[in-house]
Structure formats: structure tokens, C-alpha cells
């Protein structure tokens, strides 16, 4: 059974039209607690014009510099003369909405094609902090009137908290839910850049349950720059959501240097170029297990002894140092 929160009171008491021309327009808002935790189905919009392909985001913070939740694209807006027509945008995925946390959702128009939207103004105790957005400049406190469906029953999966970590030259993922229902499990997806993304493991899930279940994946090989990771829930009938954004940033550096590489079991690695403060220097395998480690490396160089039953394969060199992460490839022939 699904139930309509909403954010917006769609009652029109005033209009504002935003500038001809512009090709992004958004309205950013506070959730109002009494709308608690719940998933966004879709977003309804009013305009007095007409509109295709116009492309929908939702952000999570005030205006576009915040961390993109959402986006979709190739929406028709139909103009319509009362909010009774207003057009209503499904969300391919239902997202997750904190009350108290700001958000802002935007529509972004093909070049040329001018966006006079004119748009009721919302009752003032129905959310906080929210500034219209032209051309993503903030220009404001008019408003653009959204009105948001959420549900709040019988999600398949309750996921109370998920955190994304550096710890040990990886990204550390914890995920933690307080029921389930149908759950088959979560694919683990990794982006670079916020909007493409890709599949980087599997987490089963624990099918029905009403207690609360901590899962962890770890990302071993995450890559220099801003790391994004969601969370894809998947039922047993084919059913889903996705989590909220999770980011870390990762600095690498390539000063130093390995010899031999290749090396064989028992032979000693001179690593070198390691510069001051070094705090963790690490050998994994290919499946993140720790061989070697040494801490608080305050020598330009470093000796490390292979053990002699090192099976053959690759392994990975992981040095930490001033928050900053190298990570280099070693082959055991």
C-alpha cells in the first residue's frame, strides 16, 4: 500500500515566470521532518508550457554543486492552464528522501528550446531554505512549485545507514538494515563521475528477516579522485531501489620505485623514493588479504622479504602517506 507525501502543497496563491531562454531551471528546498525518511515515486510539474526531452536531476545539497541522487532524461512537459494538468514525471527508481536534509531538483532543456515555465508559488511552512535557479546560478527566493510522491509502507529492504570509508589503501563499504523482506541482495555500483555507473561486486541478501543485518563489501583497487558508490537492492521478483550517494576522495601518488618486479617467493623488494612520514606500507593478493606490513616508515627506502611459500600471481603494493594513497602492481613469477 503506497501513501502520497507531499512536500509541495500544490495549491497555486501566486505565480512567478523564470526568465526566457534559460536551459536549466531548479528549485532547491529543505524536506520537512514531517515527511520522515521516505522514497520519492515521482515529481509532479506545473507549466504553462510545453516541453520535450527535458532531463530531470535531483541533487543532494543546494543547487548543482551538491551530489547528484538522481537523473533521467527524454520527459515531455505538457503545458497545462491549472495544476489539476500538471505532468507527472515516474522516477525510474524510487530515491531515498532525509527529512532535514536540503535537496534540489532541476530540469535541464535542449539548447534552443526556451523554458518560460510560469509556476505557482508554494505555502511558506511547507519547506525551508529553498531559492529558484536559472542557467544553475541561484537568483533568489521565488519559487517554482514541485509536488514530490513518496511511499512509506512495506519497503522490501530498510536500509538505516550506508558509509564509505578509506581504510588500508581500499574503500571500505558498511551498509546496515533493520528489516527485509524478498531480499536477494545488493549489487555494489562504482562512478567516477557521479552519473556512470558500474556493477563491482555482489552482496547476498538475507531473503525475509525483521532483524537488523551489517553487510560490508571493500572496493581493493578504487582509483585516484572522487570515488562515488550506491547500493542496488534487488528482490527475488525482480523489484528495486537504490541507496542514497556515497563519496571519498582518494589522492595517489607514483614516486616510488620497486625492484625486482617481477620477483620471485623469498626474494627481498627495495622499495624506494618513499619520501618522509610514510605510515603504512602494505602487500595484499589479488583478494585484498594482507601479506606484509610496515608502519611508520621514516627511511627513503624499505626493505621487504617475500616469503618463500608466496604462491605465483599478482599482488598489490599499497603505501599511505600525509593521506595520500600510492598503489602499484607487483608479479610473483
Known amino acids: ?26 528549485q532547491s528546498f529543505t524536506a520537512t521532518s514531517g515527511c ?20 530531470l536531476t535531483i541533487f543532494e545539497g543546494d543547487g548543482s554543486s551538491g551530489t547528484q541522487i538522481y537523473q533521467h532524461g527524454g520527459e515531455v512537459i505538457t503545458g497545462a492552464v491549472n495544476f489539476s494538468l500538471a505532468t507527472t ?8 528522501l532525509t527529512a532535514g536534509n536540503m535537496y534540489t531538483f532541476q530540469l535541464s532543456f535542449p539548447s534552443g528550446n526556451p523554458s518560460t515555465f510560469q509556476l505557482g508559488k508554494v505555502l511558506a511552512d511547507t519547506y525551508a531554505g529553498g531559492i529558484l535557479y536559472e542557467n544553475n546560478s541561484g537568483i533568489g527566493g521565488e519559487d517554482l512549485t514541485f509536488m514530490v510522491n513518496t511511499t512509506n509502507t512495506s519497503l522490501p529492504v530498510e536500509l538505516v545507514n550506508f558509509d564509505a570509508k578509506i581504510q588500508d589503501a581500499q574503500v571500505r563499504l558498511n551498509w546496515k538494515t533493520a528489516s527485509e523482506q524478498n531480499n536477494a541482495g545488493f549489487e555494489v ?18 531473503v525475509t528477516t525483521t532483524e537488523i543485518m551489517q553487510y560490508q563489501f571493500v572496493d581493493m583497487y578504487p582509483d585516484a579522485g572522487v570515488n562515488y558508490y550506491r547500493l542496488h537492492q534487488i528482490d527475488f521478483n525482480g523489484d528495486y531501489e537504490y541507496s542514497k550517494v556515497q563519496s571519498v576522495k582518494l589522492e595517489f601518488t607514483d614516486n616510488a620505485s620497486i625492484f625486482p618486479n617481477p620477483a620471485q617467493p623469498g626474494s627481498i623488494l627495495t622499495i624506494g623514493g618513499l619520501g618522509e612520514n610514510v605510515e603504512s606500507v602494505m602487500l595484499m593478493d589479488f583478494n585484498g588479504r594482507q601479506i606484509l606490513q610496515k608502519s611508520n616508515v621514516n627511511d627513503e627506502s624499505l626493505k621487504l622479504d617475500l616469503p618463500s ?3 605465483i600471481g599478482f599482488y598489490t603494493l599499497a603505501i599511505i602517506s600525509e593521506g595520500k594513497k600510492q598503489v602499484q602492481k607487483i608479479v610473483v613469477q
Not at 502520497?4 to 536549466?24: E, Y
Not at 520522515?36 to 532531463?55: A, C, E, P, Q, R
Open 1 to 26: 500500500m503506497h501513501a502520497q507525501c507531499t512536500i509541495f502543497n500544490p495549491v497555486i496563491i501566486g505565480t512567478t515566470s523564470t526568465s526566457a531562454g534559460v536551459s536549466v531551471v531548479g
Open 89 to 96: 514525471i515516474p522516477l525510474v527508481s524510487n530515491v531515498q
Open 309 to 311: 611459500y608466496l604462491p
Open 36 to 55: 520522515g525518511n521516505l522514497y520519492i515515486s515521482s515529481v509532479v510539474i506545473y507549466s504553462i508550457t510545453s516541453h520535450t526531452d527535458v532531463i
Open 189 to 206: 555500483e562504482h562512478s567516477m563521475n557521479g552519473h556512470d555507473w558500474e556493477t563491482i561486486g555482489f552482496v547476498n541478501g538475507n
